[in-house]
Every structure is written in C-alpha cells, then in structure tokens.
C-alpha cells in the first residue's frame, strides 16, 4: 500500500485561528459524504470487544458530523470504501513506523489518502483507566484524514498530544472553525 504523507501543509496560525489546515492541494474538494472500512480490530482491548470498535468508530465520526456542515459517514464492507482503517505495529506498509506501546498512537494521512493507522501494540479501551482512549485518538486522526493539522487550543481535539482519557468528547469551536475552513471552497 504505496501512501504518500503530505509534509508540506501550511501552518495557519494567527492570533484569530490556533487550529492548522492544509493546502489547497490536501482538501477533499467539498465531498462530503464518506464511506470507512475497518480492515481490522486491535489485538491487545481492554474490556472492549470488537463490537464496541464498531461502535466507538461510528462515534468518533458522529463527533465530526456534529459541526453541522453537511459530513456523513457510513460504515462500509467493501475495501475500497473511501476512507480505510487500520491496527498495525512496528514497521508496516508506510514510512512512519510505530514505536511499540506509548507515545505514538496513531498517525491520520492528508487528503485525500483517507487512509488511518492505529499503533496496534496499544492496549486500546473505552474507559479511564482503561487503555487508551479508542475514542479520543480515532476524533483526533479522523481529523487529519479530513484535513486537519494540529491546534494550540488546549480544548482542541486536534491538540499535538494525547493528555489522557476525556469523560466529555466534544469538538472545540477551534475543531469546528478548522473543519468549516477544511471544507470550504
Ligand atoms: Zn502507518
Ligand atoms: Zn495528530
């Protein structure tokens, strides 16, 4: 799987915007709707089943839906659906190998690649305490997958780093001025 990650985005930060999104060229040109596969599920859950991955991805996108500007998202069987989701450690098919469990936990590539790696040596769950939050980073590399970069806004889902389970998943209005600029003209 040949994937190329967009390293040259524009950093847009300015006193008005702390969220960052990407050129022109990493924009899904106003589509909107996406179908998403999961390839496969993590090998290391803790007291989550492969049904809760379902469901906790279906969320993840409900989360972006929620900017109210139009984005759809439906689950898909089919391995050419749009945006493509996978468990994978150590050294897999890209340039970006994982690092076994701790600091990096997933990677999201730019538009319009629409393909989503989680670091599978994580013990991913549900709850505080409980692994890693599947909810938390799937929001926050669903994000780059849509065209988002990283924010400065502590409240940010697209916040550089993982700062530990969130009781209350909510886009930030930082997340959903960086979605509306993502995905206007
Ligand atoms: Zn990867
Ligand atoms: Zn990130």
């Known amino acids: 799987m040949a994937t190329t990650l967009l390293r040259t985005f524009v950093l847009k ?17 106003k589509r909107k709707e996406f179908d998403y596969h999961i390839f496969n599920y993590p090998s290391k859950k803790v007291e989550i089943t492969n049904a809760d991955v379902d469901r906790i991805i279906d969320s993840a996108w409900s989360v972006w839906s929620g900017a109210k500007i139009g984005l759809k998202f ?21 340039k970006w190998p994982f690092d076994g469990e701790g600091h990096v936990l997933g990677h999201g590539f730019y538009p319009k690649d629409g393909i989503i790696h989680f670091d599978d040596d994580e013990k991913w769950g549900d709850k505080k305490g409980k692994g890693k939050q599947l909810l938390y980073v799937a929001v926050h590399e669903f994000g780059h997958a849509l065209g988002l970069g990283h924010s400065n806004d502590s409240s940010s889902i697209m916040l550089r780093s993982y700062t530990g389970y969130r009781a209350n998943i909510v886009l930030s209005q930082d997340d959903i001025d960086g979605i509306k600029e993502a995905f206007s003209g």
């Open 13 to 29: 930060i300015n006193f008005k915007f702390l969220y960052s999104y990407f050129c022109q060229k990493a924009k899904w040109n």
């Open 74 to 94: 439906t689950s898909s069987n089919l391995e050419t659906a749009t945006i493509k989701i996978f468990f994978v450690a150590g050294n897999h098919s890209d």
